[in-house]
């Protein structure tokens, strides 16, 4: 197989690899912003099809490698790099927009997290305000005593 062909792959990897950069930077923008549930959920489903789409394109670019006799993933693609001056400058590319990619995703992350500790927060600081005694409606629009309702809340 040729090189040419690896750095077709890797030409698709990397265009794949911008949108999903792009992606994480429209959710970085969401999380920092009055997001809708409905519009973060929506987004993650797209960045979810990035994702599995990387990583056909990772398989897909590893078995090419492995028929050229190289190793797979990042040493496979160090490997290719001395194959030529275009593979070299496109694979230098690819490793500059993955590490993007992943910081942005960390961050991500964190942000997350920290809306997920202060929405336990506020649930626990609720459910304090509220007293046990005090009586609490079901479904179905009978008393409950609030005692019996007590639970704890688990944390993500």
Known sequence: MSS???????????????HFLFSLEKENEL?????????????????NQYA????????????QLTA??????RDGLLAAQSLSDELDQLVQQLFD???Q??????QNG???????????????????ANPPTSDVY???????SGTALKRGIVRA
Do not use: C, W
């Not at 040419?4 to 911008?18: K, P």
């Not at 990619?101 to 960390?106: F, H």
């Not at 079901?138 to 409950?144: H, M």
């Open 138 to 144: 079901d479904a179905r629009g009978k008393t409950k």
């Open 31 to 47: 999380l920092l912003s009055n997001y809708s549930n409905d519009d973060l959920y929506d987004h993650t489903e797209l960045k």
């Open 110 to 128: 964190l942000l997350i997290q920290t809306y997920l500790n202060y929405s336990v927060e506020a649930l626990e600081a609720l459910g304090a």
């Open 68 to 73: 050229m006799g190289l190793p797979t993933a």
């Open 52 to 63: 599995d789409q990387l990583n056909q394109a990772a398989e897909q670019r590893d078995n």
């Open 97 to 99: 927009i993955t590490e």
């Open 101 to 106: 990619a992943r910081t942005l995703n960390e």
């Open 4 to 18: 040419t062909a690896l750095l077709s792959l890797i030409q698709a990897e990397f265009d794949l690899m911008q």
